[in-house]
């Protein structure tokens, strides 16, 4: 019997242990500058494991950093969205008023 290849693990895995890897946001420019802070401040965090703790992104698997730069891109561009989002709403509501 062929071997069963090892399930591909989701998310972020550490290159270390195998365990989970976690961004760690840091909750202080997050809570000052709101959902856009957060975005940003998740966006830029290091993956953090649970036993080895915060892994630099050159130690992570090249299939964890890829798809860990895809996400923090989506999470940037998700601000910028949001900001020309409020910019544009702001614009028509002083246009109206
Ligand atoms: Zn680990």
Redesign the pocket.
């Known amino acids: 019997m062929p071997q069963t290849p090892p399930s591909v693990p989701t998310g972020y895995w550490?290159p270390?242990?195998g365990?989970k890897l976690k961004r760690e946001a840091s909750r202080g420019p997050g809570m000052l500058f709101g959902l856009i802070g957060a975005l940003i401040a998740s966006a830029f965090s290091p993956l953090k494991?649970q036993?080895?703790g915060p892994i630099p992104t050159n130690q992570l698997h090249a299939d964890v950093r890829r798809k860990y730069r895809t996400n923090s891109i989506l999470m940037v561009t998700a601000a910028v969205v949001v900001v020309i989002t409020a910019v544009v709403v702001l614009s028509i509501f002083k246009r109206d008023h």
């Open positions: 550490c270390r242990c365990g494991c036993k080895c």
